[in-house]
């Protein structure tokens, strides 16, 4: 079975640009999380939707959004991107009552 | 606000010892809590998972406990390998996922 997928592997940005980030879920899994990491720190939590519904928000500003479509996938878009972006963006997605998440590659976006 | 705090940036364990990694939080009564693993360049692996009515929980070579009294989780590993060296994380949470910074774990040969 295919993991979660993301694309792409990496993205290099000028300030103000704005990134769209895509996510694919492991089969049969109806809820997807966007995290950001940077270099030393745990995943900071961005954003979960759960049958195309937001059912959680980080502590991020509003240049952050995301959606979820019909087939489960979603998106991250950032918006006048700052040198602050760069990070390492994950997606999870989850089946389990217990919210396991189950973690793609990552996208490793550097804001120049 | 909620807060996790892993009890260090770094350990270095002998192999064939067990490795033993803190997790403490505050401001939170969490139902579950969950541990995970990630190496170098790639997204975290799901480990374990023990709930608030569950003193202990094992798998393999893991051992986690909960004391919520304590607010508190330990993790274990038990007869340590090289392999076993990656940062290993504790998160919390329902809809809203909170990770701590993560232990570096040096497994040396």
């Known amino acids: 079975d295919a993991g979660v997928t993301q694309s792409p592997t990496h993205l290099i940005k000028t300030r103000g640009q704005q990134v769209t980030l895509r996510c694919s879920p492991i089969?049969?899994?109806?809820?997807v999380s966007w995290y950001q990491q940077v270099l030393g720190q745990g995943p900071q939590f961005i954003f979960q939707?759960?049958?195309?519904?937001?059912?959680g928000r980080g502590n991020f500003p509003d240049r952050f959004s995301a959606r979820q479509f019909p087939n489960y996938s979603s998106e991250l878009n950032v918006n006048a991107l700052l040198l602050g972006d760069s990070a390492l963006y994950l997606c999870?997605?989850?089946?389990?009552?217990?919210?396991?998440?189950?973690f793609g590659p990552g996208t490793r976006l550097t804001v120049l | 606000s909620q807060k996790i705090e892993q009890n260090s940036e770094a350990l270095n364990i002998q192999e064939g010892k067990t490795a033993t990694l803190t997790c403490n939080y505050t401001?939170?009564?969490?139902?579950?809590l969950q541990w995970y693993r990630q190496d170098p360049g790639r997204g975290p692996v799901f480990l374990l998972l023990i709930r608030e009515n569950e003193k202990e929980k094992r798998k393999e070579r893991l051992k986690v406990t909960f004391d919520t009294t304590l607010k508190q989780s330990l993790f274990h590993i038990t007869a340590s390998q090289p392999a076993d060296s990656a940062t290993y994380l504790c998160?919390?949470?329902?809809?809203?996922?909170?990770f701590g910074k993560g232990t570096r774990l040096h497994i040396l040969p």
């Open positions: 401001n939170y009564s969490p139902a579950y």
């Open positions: 999870a997605s989850s089946g389990g009552f217990y919210n396991e998440q189950f």
């Open positions: 939707y759960y049958e195309k519904e937001e059912r």
């Open positions: 089969s049969g899994h109806k809820s």
């Open positions: 998160a919390l949470g329902d809809d809203k996922i909170i």
